[in-house]
Structures are given as C-alpha cells and as structure tokens.
C-alpha cells in the first residue's frame, strides 16, 4: 500500500502518487545503496544487483505503475566509457501487483558493436521516478 502521498492527485484514476528514488552503484561489492547525501528515497522503493547489467527494482505494491523517469547518472561526466542505456519492462497491472520489477544496464559506448549487459561505473546514481496507483 502507498502511503504518505496526496490523494486526487489529478490522474486518470482515483489516488495515485509520484515516488521517487536515488541509489549509487559501488562497484567493489556490486551492491547498490540509496542515496545518503541528502537525496529522497521513498521508503519500500529499492534497488539491488541481479547480475551483470541487471537491477531487480522493489516497490510499494499497488494497482498500476508507470516509469515516468529513468537514468544513470555518472560520478565524472563526460567519460565514454562510463555509458550507459537503460532498458526497461512494459509496465502492466501485474508489475504493480506483484511490487518489483527488473531492469537492464547496457554499455553505449559505440565501440563494441553490439550493445552488452554492463554494471554502471562506480559510484554511478540511479535515478527513478514511479507513478503508483493505490
């Protein structure tokens, strides 16, 4: 259940809410952590390591969800090879339902070709905005 948010918020259904979250990547351990430098992390919203390029998202179950914001944000911008591009799932009411869904990291650098599974660059942010519907 999403708490602490506005009911009506405006959509095309009866209460739903904006959530967001910021998570660094640490590349030593492969774990992603949320952001403790002042950064909001909506409480029951995570992130952790599914692999080599994967990121299993964890949030509020609820009736409906869209991805409304999605990136990577890099600790030294401007490094090629730190690119990133993110690829996400189709959103359905069984995503919501079920409160997790994964998503997959490819590196973008333009010299491999074929785009491949890549964890970010240490101490990379990710950046998620949700809209939940209760």
């Known amino acids: 259940m999403i708490t602490h948010v506005f009911t009506r918020f ?26 403790s430098d002042g950064g909001y992390t909506y409480p029951g919203f995570s992130v952790a390591d599914a692999g080599t390029g994967l990121v299993t998202v964890t949030f509020p179950k609820c009736r409906d969800i869209e991805v409304i914001h999605a990136s990577l944000r890099n600790a030294t911008p401007g490094t090629f090879g730190s690119l990133r591009r993110i ?18 990291l ?25 809209w939940l519907a209760r």
Do not use: C, H
């Open 10 to 35: 405006g959509s095309q259904l009866r209460e739903s809410g904006i959530v967001r979250g910021g998570f660094v990547f640490t590349d030593s351990g492969d774990t992603w952590a949320a952001r």
């Open 87 to 104: 690829e996400l799932p189709p959103m359905s009411q069984a995503v919501a339902k079920a409160g997790t869904f994964n998503l997959a």
């Open 106 to 130: 490819y590196l973008d650098d333009g010299t491999s070709g074929v785009p491949a599974l890549a964890d970010p660059a240490d101490q990379a942010q990710l950046a998620l905005v949700l």
